[in-house]
């Protein structure tokens, strides 16, 4: 009987050093990032910190990063095999995103984000796909500030907008703005009445909104945006880097 026992009691403690160095093996790697977002103005060369902790190499580890607020499953960038991989990646960020090479060996794994766009803000996941435990990915905001592309459009957009509705919704199901405001806008008459009361909350809001309501431009008003983005690369073009037109000039490109 004692025999048994003791063999129960050596299994029992055999299990329980296994449960236990299960548990500490996964709560030892932790891919951290930034807790708030990172802003950057369109055109900046940014940084998306990401790193290992405690500090060990990744150069022989699959290092993902992601967009998680897209439908795709190609990456913004995929180092594997000792080398960045191009194959599966989004073609909007080729040539755009690199690693710190050197500083892989302890760890960092942030992902540089060259000549950023409007339509780069998003939600960005780092993670390291071959490991199974907890806390190997975190996901860092991207907000890129599209007050310039506002101003510079204000009267187009007043003008051209028609989706103003689903635009204000999403902005209200995101907590950006208060349902007295889309109340004000939705009575205000015409598209242009609607659009001139969105620019008043807009031009009160924050950043992150105005970077909101570009991204919702862009879903609901696709055609607008593409033509509005051309006009803003000619306008750069016609009157230097960052300027602005002269007062009462139209941005739109030449006819075709």
Request: charged share 20%; with cysteine.
């Amino acid at each position: 009987m004692k025999t048994i026992l003791a063999s129960a009691s050596l299994c029992f403690g055999i299990l329980f050093m296994c449960v236990s160095f299960s548990t500490t093996g996964s709560s030892q790697i932790q891919v951290v990032g930034q807790t708030g977002p990172v802003v950057a103005k369109e055109g900046d060369d940014i940084i998306l910190p990401c790193s290992l902790v405690p500090k060990g190499s990744v150069e022989d580890t699959i290092v993902e990063w992601t967009r998680s607020d897209l439908n795709t499953n190609k990456k913004v960038h995929l180092y594997k095999d000792g080398k960045d991989t191009v194959g599966d990646q989004i073609p909007g960020y080729m040539t755009r995103t690199s690693l710190f090479k050197e500083e892989m060996k302890t760890g960092n794994i942030s992902l540089k984000l060259s000549g950023v766009k409007l339509s780069d803000t998003g939600n960005y996941t780092c993670r390291l796909p071959k490991e199974n435990s907890q806390g190997t990915e975190t996901t860092i905001r991207l907000i890129v500030d599209a007050t310039t592309f506002l101003n510079i459009f204000r009267n187009d957009l007043i003008w051209n907008v028609t989706k103003v509705m689903p635009i204000v919704n999403g902005l209200l199901e995101t907590g950006l703005i208060q349902k007295k405001v889309k109340s004000m806008i939705s009575t205000a008459g015409t598209h242009q009445d609607q659009m001139r009361q969105l620019f008043q909350a807009l031009d009160e809001g924050d950043v992150e909104m105005k970077s909101a309501f570009y991204s919702l431009l862009c879903k609901h008003e696709p055609d607008l945006t593409g033509k509005l983005e051309g006009a803003e690369l000619f306008q750069l073009f016609l009157f230097g880097g960052g300027g602005c037109a002269p007062q009462g000039q139209g941005c739109r490109p030449p006819q075709q």
